[in-house]
């Protein structure tokens, strides 16, 4: 997947963890568009509510795995019934470097990457050369 990386989702229910991620993707790029939603299932609604507003669908979602209302791997089964046309790069987010939930991500085609937090500038950098121009 090679595109323009203009707007992110962050889906964790920590604020402490979004405040930091939000800072490290605005030192990594000032312009990006950031949404923030602390569940699965708020994430899932945005995504099907901004349809028709493609300048406002994610490019990338940084999933985390343990949230209320509906988990990260709750959300990848809900978001693998959206149209291909919504799907974009998912990388799962996780406090522990767990092997089991790496393997369990993998089974997503759309699940790119596999991340322990805290999200860092140079993992931004190695994300956007990786997966995007």
């Known amino acids: 997947m090679k595109k323009q990386l203009k707007c992110i ?22 312009e990006t568009i950031i949404i923030i939603k602390n569940n699965g299932l708020e994430a899932i609604r945005y995504i099907k509510s901004m349809r028709e507003e493609k ?30 046309d919504l799907q974009n790069c998912v990388i799962m987010l996780s406090n522990y470097d767990n092997l089991d939930d790496q393997l369990k991500a993998k089974r997503w085609s759309f699940v790119y990457d596999f991340i322990t937090k805290p999200l860092t500038v140079k993992t931004m950098e190695d994300i956007a050369t990786k997966h995007f121009n």
Not at 57 to 77: A, K, R, S, T, V
């Open 55 to 84: 300048d406002m669908q994610p490019n990338l979602i940084l999933l985390d795995i343990h949230m209320p209302f509906m988990n990260g791997w709750e959300f990848l089964q809900e978001y693998n019934l959206l149209g291909k």
């Open 9 to 30: 989702m962050l889906v964790d229910d920590n604020p402490n963890d979004n405040f930091i991620h939000e800072r490290v993707i605005k030192k990594h790029n000032p």
